[in-house]
């Protein structure tokens, strides 16, 4: 399933009614958050596998990608808190949004090209260009989340998914040309 606003937005929704935070704006900040996450997912991110197998030409595919939401939370509380965002619902911001950055990160599906392996297994990696504190702040902006906090919000979450996003795991199946003969190497690819 592909991580776009139209299928995580829900999932937000979920995750932030489920830490409690409700009302008039929440759709707003879901909507931004899923907004920001799907242009994370395709701009903010270099996407790689380690292959190994046998020789050939190959392409893969990871069905989902686990991205632990305690670690995630942490970062986020930690970058919010390194922001100047404190108080008693900031926890319950930092949790919403890792809940929902994981469950969508898990519906999530990867496809690869991997030049010098046919047939074999791909270790995922996620590599972050450093562009989420730029991203979130535009897609909460587009949402119509405006206002220093705002940005401050979705800076601090943009970067706490830039500082744990190399810990994702995935395992990337390759199917190709078959052979016998032993290949590594370094596939590349996208986000669905």
């Known amino acids: 399933m592909p991580i776009n606003p139209g299928v995580t937005t829900p999932i937000f929704l979920g995750s932030l009614a489920a830490t409690s935070l409700v009302g008039m704006s929440i759709p707003q900040l879901a909507t931004g958050l899923a907004l920001g996450l799907f242009q994370y997912s395709q701009t903010g991110l270099i996407v790689t596998s380690i292959d190994a197998g046998t020789l050939g030409a190959g392409t893969g595919l990871c069905p989902t990608i686990i991205l632990n939401e305690q670690v995630l939370f942490t970062a986020i509380s930690s970058s919010l808190l390194g922001h100047g965002v404190t108080g008693m619902l ?7 949004a890792a809940l929902g ?8 599906i ?3 090209i991997n030049p ?3 047939v074999g297994t791909g270790k995922l990696q996620l590599v ?3 562009a989420g ?12 989340l405006t206002g220093t906090m705002s940005a401050v919000v979705a800076s601090a979450i943009g970067l706490g998914i830039d500082s744990v996003i190399s810990t994702a795991i995935g395992v990337i199946p390759i199917v190709g040309t078959p052979s016998m003969i032993p290949s590594s190497g370094v596939g590349s ?4």
């Open 90 to 96: 900031m926890p319950a911001l930092a949790n919403g």
């Open 101 to 108: 950055i994981s469950a969508s990160f898990a519906l999530a």
């Open 110 to 112: 990867v496809q690869t």
């Open 116 to 118: 010098v392996v046919g």
């Open 128 to 130: 972050p260009n450093g």
């Open 133 to 144: 504190s730029v991203i979130f702040p535009a897609a909460f902006l587009a949402m119509g």
């Open 189 to 192: 690819g996208h986000i669905l």
